[in-house]
């Protein structure tokens, strides 16, 4: 039976409850962004560094979000993305709420899904680090407010934001340039390299033989690359990934909670280590940069590379707080409209 509304207050009531119903949009990973709005994004980061940078006082940015909380539902440690969040929060004249793994009652006491339901009723957004990329996608199911993956185990959108902003500064573009991975397939270079063929860059990762590509994210940058005219590449020699290339980035062979793995690893990327030998024997392009997530260890990149004036890591460091405000604008005070 289809019934009509039609008094005022049934009018009302079904608004509210359209309204309450309205699914936030999410941050889940750089597959779900198209083009546009990845450059919006990185845009905004770049509008509000030269806010910060100038140091001028932002009382309309401040009102925003004033009065609310933002959750930060952290299972792992963090430096980077914990102050970048934080600080962004602030930015926006919100309240910060940082719920570690020890804080809270989830996974011991409680369940995911009605940790979502609590926390998403009293916060405007919760920036989720987690384990599995299954939690990331449970929390969006059952959260009434944008989630914000802040690192899981297959994606970093957060750093891949902030990579496309720190390239465009370095190079003045994106367009026409080669990035080359030198290290482990992981989360990082899964969202990168989505996002640098989304920006125009050519991507080639090197990655030791035994270690897979993820397929999906494989497949995904193909296809971008194939409608762009862009290359994308998986080799396992780091030369043929550093031929012409202008960015050059790495990240820690051995993530969080894989520590046992440590020895195996250091075997296994044997000859990966970066350093200036290793860029001059690829051939990479006169004018390259390096660049890191961080946290950095000795292994993946040599102090000749990491603190030379080719680096870019502490500027790219700074750019996750323009990164992360760019998202709390775009996903929570637009509401997921990320042109606006
Ligand atoms: N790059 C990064 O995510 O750093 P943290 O783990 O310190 O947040």
């Known amino acids: 039976m289809i019934m009509t509304v039609k008094s005022a207050s049934s009018k009302r009531f079904f608004s509210a409850t359209t309204l309450k119903s309205q699914k936030p949009r999410h941050l889940v990973n750089m597959i779900q962004l198209n083009n546009e709005e990845l450059a919006s994004l990185v845009n905004k980061a770049a509008g509000f560094k030269k806010i910060v940078r100038s140091g001028e006082t932002s009382p309309v940015n401040h009102q925003k979000l004033l009065g609310k909380l933002v959750a930060l539902l952290f299972s792992k440690r963090s430096t980077r993305t914990r102050i970048s969040t934080e600080g962004a929060a602030a930015f926006f004249g919100a309240q910060p709420m940082f719920l570690g793994k020890d804080d ?64 465009k500064e370095a190079f003045g573009k994106t367009q026409g340039l080669k990035l080359a991975w030198i290290g482990d397939s992981n989360n990082v270079i899964n969202d990168l390299a989505i996002a640098s063929l989304r920006s125009g860059i050519d991507v080639s990762v090197s990655i030791p033989q035994g270690v897979e590509f993820d397929t999906e994210v494989g497949n995904k940058a193909h296809e971008i690359a194939k409608e762009q005219n862009l290359s994308f590449e998986v080799v396992h020699d780091p030369a043929v990934a550093l031929k012409n290339a202008d960015v050059i980035v790495t990240d820690t062979w051995i993530s969080m909670g894989q520590e046992e793995e440590k020895i195996e690893k250091l075997k296994q990327f044997a000859g990966y280590q970066i350093t200036p030998e290793m860029i001059a024997n690829g051939q990479a392009n006169s004018n ?53």
């Open 104 to 167: 809270i009652q989830l996974g011991v006491n409680e369940s995911m899904y009605d940790t979502t339901k609590v926390i998403s009723s009293m916060t405007s957004c919760i920036f989720a680090r987690v384990n599995r990329h299954q939690d990331i996608l449970d929390l969006c199911k059952d959260s009434s407010v944008p989630i914000i993956n802040s690192l899981c185990d297959m994606y970093h959108p957060l750093q891949a934001i902030t990579d496309i902003l720190t390239i």
């Open 288 to 340: 390259w940069k390096f660049m890191h997530c961080l946290p950095r260890h000795q292994e993946e990149v040599n102090d000749d590379v990491f603190y030379s004036d080719r680096s870019l890591v502490f500027e790219e460091a700074e750019n996750r707080l323009y990164a992360a405000m760019a998202v709390i604008e775009a996903f929570v005070v637009n509401k997921g409209d990320l042109l606006k």
